[in-house]
């Protein structure tokens, strides 16, 4: 009877054993995923890699759950938080069954973005010098007079690159929007608008006395003046040769800053005039006699009539005496 009893003991002993061993060896097989309360991320996506430390005999299976996606990365410079519940969601979404690991650390971590902070006073630089190598303007003084940054940038660390991309065709002078485009490793990330004011000190042509309608214009009716640029329109005259020699098209007060819309060439030829009109090609010339029937300019395309044929036809003014047919 003792006997009996003793072999059962140790049977039970015996099977306690082996499911002890068969318990551990289940718990050794098992990936362990150990949560760090906190974490940096460098990416826009956060990485169960980048934020656990993942062990198991199984490198293939390990590997993979490293880089299961388990959510957004916050914005550069902030932060949010992930909880285990939601990094087991996202492990059943990726296929994994979550027998075979173990879950290990807090119920809740914090993860972060690193960042690169571009400064204030660095994109003011940024604007400068590109105003300084862009604002070419001859014979003037360029004044920056102010330039405007709303705020200091934050970009996910990497090789940060730029670009300042005026709006096209926007004079450099006045106030100017500039807006800056930055790239991280290559990638656009983030465009910042800035203002910069620009003072261009530039000698006009302005009128020293009244000018009467087709008054021609000569060095006594016209003076140079240092204004500034921001202050006019982009068809001002900053040469005399433009203006001298040529009429108002109107009456014009004294002190008037003169535009390419104030003056105008006399014409050359006027309705009735007799001219020569030419025609050439290669080795070919050929000209007759016309009457002009309105009055044109130089380059002007004018009506004229062939003497000799009384044909109308469409001609080039080449000065006073002649025009110029295409052939």
């Known amino acids: 009877m003792t006997k009996a009893i003793f072999n059962v003991s140790m049977v039970i002993l015996l099977s306690l054993f082996l499911a002890g061993v ?15 309360a906190k974490s940096d991320v460098k990416k826009d996506k956060v990485l169960l890699g980048r934020i656990a430390t993942i062990k198991g005999e199984d490198r293939g299976f390990a590997e993979d759950l490293r880089d299961i996606v388990v959510g957004t990365a916050p914005l550069p410079g902030k932060s949010r938080r992930i909880d ?6 996202c492990l059943r979404r990726s296929g994994i069954d979550l027998s075979q690991i173990r879950l290990e650390g807090p119920q809740e971590i914090e993860v972060t973005r690193s960042f690169v902070e571009i400064s204030k006073k660095k994109i003011e630089k940024l604007v400068l010098d590109f105003v300084k190598q862009n604002a070419q303007w001859a014979d003037a003084r360029v004044i920056i007079k102010k330039i405007n940054v709303s705020n200091k940038v934050m970009l996910p660390r990497g090789e940060v690159g730029y670009k300042v991309a005026p709006i096209k065709n926007r004079r450099l002078v006045g106030t100017v929007p500039i807006p800056i485009h930055f790239s991280v490793d290559g990638t656009y990330h983030k465009k910042v608008w800035t203002t910069v004011n620009i003072e261009v000190l530039k000698k006009v042509v302005v009128t020293k006395g009244r000018m009467k309608r087709f008054q021609e214009i000569t060095e006594a009716d016209v003076v140079l003046k240092e204004m500034n640029l921001a202050d006019l329109p ?6 005399p040769d433009e203006v001298l020699g ?6 014009i007060g004294a002190d008037v800053v003169l535009r390419t819309d104030l003056v105008e060439y006399p014409p050359l030829v006027k309705r009735g005039d007799v001219v020569l009109i030419v025609a050439e090609s290669e080795g070919l010339r050929i000209t007759a006699f016309g009457e002009v029937k309105k009055k044109g300019r130089q380059g002007e ?10 044909k109308k036809i469409n001609a080039y003014v080449l000065d006073s005496n002649s025009v110029r047919v295409n052939f």
């Open 22 to 36: 068969a318990g551990r060896s289940a718990a050794a097989a098992l990936t362990s995923i150990s949560l760090h």
């Open 84 to 89: 285990r519940d939601h990094i087991k969601i």
């Open 234 to 239: 982009s068809n001002v005259i900053t040469n």
């Open 246 to 251: 040529r009429r108002s098209k109107r009456t």
């Open 301 to 310: 395309r004018i009506m004229v009539e062939n003497l000799a044929s009384k």
